[in-house]
């Protein structure tokens, strides 16, 4: 087989140690481009990466970027849209920055998505919401909104366990339901399997926890439909409660303690909402939410919410973090009737790599985009989904990322 890709000589791979990243000055990180727009957002972002860089560390520091293939682009090299190429080195380097990837819809591919994540054990999706001064939100107080979404990455329907209805595997599971356990269950049924496991669970509560002690934020919030699925949401949320009484007792408080008079001074409160609840709660009061800890399913509705709050679902990214790796992403799309016009907003996969940056210690750089990016809106210069609300001229997708290292340089 020929070899697809040819691994940069003067760069290392970054290393993980007991969760912790080590990285090195010169650290080789993959990027897929990904279909539709992704090659115009991704390669954006990897110009105003390199800018924050070079800006906050000169020649001390370059991240040394190897391209790996997957979907539509290497379906067209390899004729395989994850080629095993491509996942060995993904296992080898372990940090990558994705590029939207189309996932069929009803037949064909499972999602690329989330074999990575699978692949990696990238078990928590990380999504701040934080409105930015000068989008136009539906809320009267958006700026009220500042929450971060930690949803978990690798259990729940998402896993993908799926069989059709006139499949043979669902002709046993329905027979084995009716003879073995007297569910009575029709013939024209489908299968799909919503898993949820005690472990994933807390250890997904325990970043949580753990990221809202050391950053200062004041509640966590389990996201859940308990009153309806008891032993897989019920147990996230039982799950959820357990690991802080018992691991974190003395730095955390419950809401019915509240209730009960306990003081709650200087400890992250901890309480829980229902799913449907919690969707309009973030519209009504979006104050009173700060870290929502979420399954799967429930974690991708309320990070499109969230999204919309803010005016632009756009102009978030998210981190996928697992104890050994990390996957950056926007949160749209390929919108692909977008494809090759230069009309694209990149700020989401921006600001995905501005949290990459935050994870590899890499603050400076990361808080130079966060500027950028603000500078750029408060001047109105922006891309046309921005622009059009504003009643403004827009910048195209290389105009608009010009505009970002140009505000870059003038720091």
Aim: charge should be neutral; include cysteine.
């Amino acid at each position: 087989m020929v070899m697809l890709y040819k691994e940069p000589q003067d760069g290392e791979p970054i290393k993980f140690e007991k969760g912790k990243w080590v990285v090195p000055n010169k650290p080789i990180i993959l990027y897929i481009e990904g279909d539709g727009i992704g090659p115009e957002i991704t390669n954006s972002a990897i110009r105003v990466v390199n800018k924050a860089v070079e800006k906050a560390y000169k020649s001390s520091r370059e991240i040394k970027w190897l391209e790996v293939y997957a979907g539509e682009k290497a379906n067209k090299i390899t004729g395989d849209r994850f080629p095993k190429e491509t996942q060995d080195m993904l296992l080898k380097y372990r940090v990558v920055l994705k590029g939207p990837l189309e996932t069929p819809i009803g037949k064909g591919w499972k999602s690329i998505n989330v074999a990575i994540r699978l692949m990696l054990d990238l078990y928590a999706n990380i999504r701040p919401v934080k409105y930015i001064e000068g989008l136009e939100s539906p809320l009267k107080h958006p700026e009220k909104v500042d929450m971060i979404i930690f949803r978990e990455n690798t259990d729940d329907l998402y896993r993908g366990i799926e069989f059709p209805y006139d499949s043979e595997e669902a002709k046993k599971i329905r027979k084995f339901l009716r003879e073995e356990l007297k569910v009575d269950i029709e013939d024209d049924t489908g299968i799909g399997l919503k898993v949820m496991s005690k472990f994933k669970t807390q250890r997904i509560t325990r970043l949580a926890l753990n990221y809202a002690l050391q950053n200062s934020r004041k509640k966590v919030t389990v996201m859940h439909k308990g009153n309806v699925m008891k032993y897989t949401e019920g147990s996230f949320r039982e799950w959820a409660y357990e690991v802080a009484l018992n691991e974190y007792r003395d730095k955390i408080v419950t809401e019915e303690e509240i209730n009960r008079g306990v003081n709650s001074e200087g400890k992250v409160i901890l309480n829980d909402r229902i799913a449907d609840n919690m969707l309009q709660q973030i519209i009504i009061r979006p104050d009173e939410y700060d870290i929502i800890l979420a399954p799967n399913v429930n974690g991708d509705y309320i990070s499109d919410a969230a999204g919309a709050l803010i005016g632009n679902i756009g102009m978030l990214g998210g981190a996928n973090i697992g104890d050994t790796g990390g996957m950056f992403e926007a949160i749209h799309g390929t919108a692909p009737k977008y494809a090759g016009k230069n009309v694209a907003n990149p700020t989401g996969i921006i600001k995905s790599c501005e949290l990459m940056l935050y994870f590899m210690g890499w603050s400076e750089a990361a808080r130079l985009i966060e500027k950028a990016i603000n500078e750029s809106i408060k001047q109105k210069k922006v891309t046309q989904d921005i622009a059009r609300y504003l009643g403004i001229t827009p910048l195209g997708t290389k105009e608009y990322t010009d505009t970002l290292v140009q505000i870059m340089d003038s720091f």
